[in-house]
Structure formats: C-alpha cells, structure tokens
C-alpha cells in the first residue's frame, strides 16, 4: 500500500535550532502540501507543490520558514530559527490529480523548547 | 476567503446514527471533502462530493447541497473505532480549487 512517509516522527529541540523536516510523497504523485496543524489553530496550508514548483507558501512565515523541493521524490520544509510557538504537528500529504484525494504522512511532532 | 464551520463535538452510542454537519462560505466552489482523524495519527479521506446528492461509502455517506453551502457526513451503525475528529474541507476557486481549506474538526466520541 503506497504511503506518503515523513521524517522524523518526532523532534524535540531549543528555541533558535534549525529544523528541517522530510516528506517522500506517493510515487506518481504530482502534487505536495505542506500543512501545520495545533489545536487553536487547526489545520493550517502552509505551501504547495506541483511537479516540483512551488505554487503558494503564503501560508508559511517566509522569514524562518522555507520548503523545497530538490527532486520528485523528497520535500522538505525547514525552519531557521526556530522558536516555541512553531510546535506542532507537521503533515505532508500528496495528491496525484486535482480532482484525487489527499494522502496524508504520519506527521512529524515537532517541540520548541 | 473562506470559512467553515461545523460542531467541535459530537456524542454518540455503539450502533446508532449520527450526523455532522458542515456549512461553507467560499468565493467559489468545487466540491467538499471528508477526512477522518484519529488522535495522533493523520488525516485519511473518506469522501467527496462535487455535486449535490448522496455518495455513500459502506456504513458513510456524505451529502453536499451547493444551493444551500451545506453538507454532512452520515455514519451509521457507529462502532468504537469511529471514535476520531472529523473534517470538512473545501476546494473552492482560489488557486483553481488546487487547494483544501478545512474546517475545525469534530470530535466524535462513541460510547458503548
């Protein structure tokens, strides 16, 4: 069964470390979100990706915050610095077609001490 | 923009019906999703519905009316393991419907 898989599961840090979080989306899948999600917020887009372009971050902090994507099989979303309130839980998810659902990773739970 | 909104808690007993609700305020719109998330896992979808009616999944069903900006998901004959967060999710004409906006979630707790 084809899986989006993120990397790591979990990472516990200090405030000002650079973080950089993984997502190897669905072979054939064209299409990579980047989401954050805490519980005053919600579900939050933070950047999408089509074929390898980015599309829209204007969810995304763009000071601290960068995601690329260097090859059709790994996304990465980093954090630099980082600082308390980016704790959350992070999900990639892919999708293969606009009208076909997204697949969610397992999300990385990231704390900011 | 957009904005929706659905309860943030159900309550339900093993073997009954229970409805969520979801109402949508969008500038346009391409259809509505449902995703299920249990705590600590990731979202996973559970339907779709681009046009109005009833699309029915085994014990699901979601039903969306766009004259109305509504939709539900429908579960029947509840078991335990429906115990999880449930969200609505638009694709509506910002970016070309290429995105999801979702809604807050609701909890849906299944007692026995």
């Known amino acids: 069964d084809a899986r989006v898989t993120q990397t790591p599961r979990h990472k516990v840090t200090e405030m000002g470390q650079e973080v950089t979080m993984r997502c190897q989306p669905i072979l054939g899948h064209n299409t990579v979100f980047w989401y954050r999600q805490t519980m005053m917020q919600g579900l939050e887009l933070l950047a999408y990706?089509?074929?390898?372009?980015?599309?829209?971050d204007s969810g995304m902090p763009k000071d601290r915050f960068s995601a690329e994507m260097p090859d059709a099989t790994l996304a990465t979303l980093k954090i630099q610095p980082s600082e308390p309130r980016d704790s959350a839980v992070y999900f990639c998810a892919s999708r293969q077609g606009a009208n076909q659902p997204q697949h969610f990773g397992d999300g990385t739970r990231l704390s900011i001490l | 923009g957009q904005s929706l909104e659905q309860p943030s808690e159900v309550t339900a007993v093993e073997g009954a019906i229970v409805q969520i609700n979801c109402t949508y305020q969008?500038?346009?719109?391409?259809?509505l999703s449902w995703y299920q998330q249990h705590d600590g896992g990731a979202p996973t979808f559970l339907s779709y519905n681009g046009l109005d009616g009833l699309e029915e999944t085994g014990r699901f069903s979601s039903f969306l009316s766009r004259s109305d900006s509504y939709g539900y998901l429908l579960l029947q004959e509840l078991q335990m393991k429906d115990s999880a967060s449930y969200f609505c999710a638009v694709r509506d004409q910002d970016n070309a419907g290429n995105m999801l906006t979702f809604g807050g979630g609701t909890r849906l707790m299944v007692k026995p």
């Open positions: 990706f089509r074929n390898r372009a980015p599309l829209d």
């Open positions: 969008t500038s346009g719109f391409y259809g």
